[in-house]
């Protein structure tokens, strides 16, 4: 079985912009959820996505925005980007409990 | 407020040996605690998965236990191997709390031949 992918693996903005993050699940998978992983915040919860429902949501503001498709991909937009908003975005499909990573997108925020 | 903390320094010890690494939690009532091992560069791998009900659990060389009254799970690496080397980081699951993990700062672990 494939793993996740992640599209694109690196990309580069200015502040100000926006930015559209894309996660294909494994196969059969209908849970997908986003993490933003950085070296002073380690790794934290983003949102999850199961049947095209936001099912959870952790503590970020609105300019992160996600959603799913009737075939489980899911996407993840960031608005007005900021200088902060430099991380790697991580997303993770699973079935039951555990999950399955992707290698993440690199966003360097210039 | 809620922490869930992790050995911040680095583990290093020596082929061979038995690794343990700590994660507490504060003002959680997980449901489940995990753990996943991180490689410079890549997305975390999961390794184990414990319930709030189980005491410990193991899988080839590697054993961890969760102790619900210390509010700490242990994560052990038996036999360990210059390849262990890597980030390990545990995540619970707030009850009622589906998939959302809640994660560890992680412990990098380091084992010299």
């Known amino acids: 079985k494939a793993g996740v992918t992640q599209t694109p693996r690196y990309l580069i903005k200015t502040r100000g912009q926006q930015v559209t993050l894309s996660c294909s699940p494994i196969s059969g998978h209908r849970s997908v959820s986003w993490y933003q992983q950085t070296p002073g915040q380690g790794l934290q919860f983003l949102f999850e996505y199961f049947s095209e429902t936001q099912r959870n949501k952790g503590n970020f503001p609105g300019r992160f925005s996600g959603r799913q498709f009737s075939n489980s991909r899911s996407e993840m937009n960031v608005s007005t980007l900021e200088l902060g908003d430099s991380a790697l975005y991580l997303c993770?499909?699973?079935?039951?409990?555990?999950?399955?990573f992707g290698p993440g997108t690199r966003l360097t925020v210039l | 407020s809620q922490k869930i903390e992790q050995n911040s320094e680095a583990l290093n010890i020596q082929e061979g040996k038995t690794a343990t690494l700590t994660c507490n939690y504060t003002?959680?009532?997980?449901?489940?605690l995990q753990w996943y091992r991180q490689d410079p560069g890549r997305g975390p791998v999961f390794l184990l998965l414990i319930r709030e009900n189980e005491k410990e659990k193991r899988k080839e060389r590697l054993k961890v236990t969760f102790d619900t009254t210390l509010k700490q799970s242990l994560f052990h690496i038996t036999a360990s191997q210059p390849a262990d080397s890597a980030t390990y980081l545990c995540a619970l699951v707030h009850s009622g709390g589906y998939n959302k993990l809640i994660f560890g700062a992680g412990t990098r672990l380091a084992v010299h031949p």
């Open positions: 003002n959680y009532s997980p449901a489940y």
């Open positions: 993770a499909s699973s079935l039951e409990h555990e999950q399955f």
